[in-house]
């Protein structure tokens, strides 16, 4: 018991992470707290001591401590032949007073300024002027953050992963990593664990096990982050076991486990989240309602283990689509849960390398990003428009109501194997995805954690970085453009709307010639070519727009050899009531249905007619004989038993027989609505109904449209909802 007191008083705890230095190098190098050698300095003088560790205590000087702004710090420096001239530096610590000296030990203390944050600390031995050591340390805000913030906004997240839950051995991190990481501009850091694996046969955790992630959890505080622990595949204990009802089993294990973690983590407080699982095996919604029940279990036992667990936010993972998570378990803390998802898509450009028998490997993803070289390894799906509209729905299910989410991994490796251009083209591409992926989570109100590794793109030992572009790209710095010569992304994309209109503005792109934009009013629905072109400023205002409408802007850089990737999506909605809340309306673009069949040309909005708003979607139809050809829309999430209705304009003198509503669901199954009764000259109204037993999203909705004979004209559709 009183080891646990003290090691959970000590969760802010700091052993200062750094490294021995000599000569007049002051620039800031961390490693897991080495020591310095005796070394000769420009005029000939020579260091006197060596420093092993610098210490953050309490008063006492045995007692490790957290810093606070405005609080008087204490440090400790130990070693060998300390010199008497030893002086330490602390960024924006104020009054530094040596108190005693010993050849091993010298004592200081100081007052940390109003900012918190990383410091950089250098021991310099005043008589040779040779800095001895150098490195970091946390400062904590005197008030603690709100409770009611789960994560740091904006969240700039990693893993580190194949550690402390690895099967194969551990790779403990040093101290080091996380300072390396807070440099970097990470602030929060998601820890998989394997608890089951490190437990014995009656489900006791090992001591030296719980030791090992709380002192990660310590360096993790110590450095200024957030952390998250989980309890990762671990076996698949878990993951593994999902069916239609909860396994008593499987239940019992997840309260002793959890009660266990909680009790030993009680006195920590709300920079520690806990997360129930990792990526349950669910492929069905009954499998996500087991799951959730599951979670009940999990936060009750948090709840029940007392301390500051009682207000601790916690992570409940989903699966499967986010529209099968329906039921949060109750909580007796409101709002202090929080969803898990995870990204890798499309997997054949992000983490599978090799050609699948379901698929070809992508080694180009992005618009900008696709190599002529080789087109067949170009994304033909899964680009930044999926990206988008998934964290859209994440957005809109659960942040937009107050349950804020976790991207907890995401994650595109370079493709191994590849040489010349098509590795030139791949590395960027790859380096594209990560940045992409990060910042369409953060511009969604989501916080996002890389999937990282020893080695990737921190070494866990030393804290070196392995992988400075990809560093850059995760932490809001600019990645490679094109390599064909096309402009680097555009940044600071703003929308701000007014009656009728949204205005556009954007920080201007060295070496652009002009600029492009996408708009549409469904995230991650912009059309495939841009909807205005040759803009030269870095503003627009998009007028004529629909009032209470909700508009999705993408801006591109141009010059002479192409266009950049995207910025960022951002958005506005407009004042008043829209005119066609409809979910498929039509005001700005196809909103992603395409035509199947050659009896349809072409399709495209149009203001020549419309059921509300502005604009219906035109179907033109060119057919040389009888035949049939369709609209279709994929990944559509309808209830099961709601009614799809359709509101279709056929002309008089159409050829026209048959209008018929179809969707096939998640499982393939196949329903339709054939109608072949309707009003020629007029908007008609078609439905169809989703069957109760059926699973969404669907694989495909659409309308199929049948002609007798030859005929040339258009159909318009419009206000598709449900």
Known sequence: MKTHFVLAAMAGAILLAGCGGSGRDTSMAVSAGGGAHVSQDQAGKRATGTVGTVNSTDPSFTTLSTLHVGQTAYFQILGTNLPAALALDVTDCAHPA???????????????????????????????????????????????????????????????????????????????????????????????????????????????????????????????????????????????????????????????????????????????????????????????????????????????AGGKNTSRWLVLQGQGDPSWFTNLPSDSTPGRLMVEYHNYTPSLFTIIHGDQSWGKAIWFWGQSYHYAGDPTRNATWGEEGNIDAGMQQLKDQFASKGVPVMIGEFHAAATPGLTGDEQVWNNASHLYWNKYVGESARAHGLSPFYWSTPNAPFVYDTGAITDPALVTALTDGAVPPPPNGAPYAVAGVVATAAAGQVTVQWNAVRGATGYQLYRTANSGSEPATPSVTGLTGTTFTDTGLNPGTTYYYRVVAVNGAGASGFSTEASARTPGTNPDPTKFHFETDTQLWTPSGALISGIATSTARHYAGQRSLAVNVAGTAAGSASLEQSGVIVPPGATITFHVFIPAGSRITKVEPYLMDYNWGWFSNPSTTFTPGTWNTFTLTVPATSVTPLQRLGLNLTTGGAWTGTVHVDSIDW
């Not at 089951?196 to 719980?210: C, E, F, L, Q, W």
Request: proline share 6%.
């Open 98 to 304: 040596k108190l005693s000296v010993t050849p091993t030990e010298v004592r200081f203390r100081c007052t940390p300024g109003v900012a918190d944050g990383m410091k950089t600390i250098s021991v310099r031995d005043k008589s040779s002027d040779t800095v001895l050591y150098t490195g970091a340390v946390y400062v904590q805000a005197t008030t603690p953050p709100p409770i009611t913030t789960a994560l740091p906004m904006p969240t700039r997240g990693f893993n580190l992963g194949n550690s402390l839950e690895a099967m194969w051995g551990y790779a403990f991190p040093s101290q080091a990593v996380y300072t390396a990481a807070a440099n970097a501009g990470f602030n929060a850091v998601r820890i998989p664990c394997a608890w089951v694996t490190n437990s014995d046969a009656t489900g006791k955790i090992d001591p030296a096990y719980m030791a090992k992630v709380k002192q990660a959890v310590d360096y993790s505080i110590a450095a200024g982050m957030y952390v998250v622990i989980n309890d990762h595949w671990d076996g698949g204990w878990f993951e593994n076991h999902i069916g239609d009802t909860v396994d008593p089993a499987v239940d019992a294990q997840m309260r002793n486990l959890w009660t266990q973690i909680a009790t030993a983590f009680a006195g920590y407080d709300n920079h520690l989240l806990f997360a129930a699982a990792n990526e349950p095996n669910v492929y069905k919604p009954a499998h996500m309602a087991t799951v959730a029940k599951y979670y009940q279990t999990f936060v009750d036992a948090v709840r029940g």
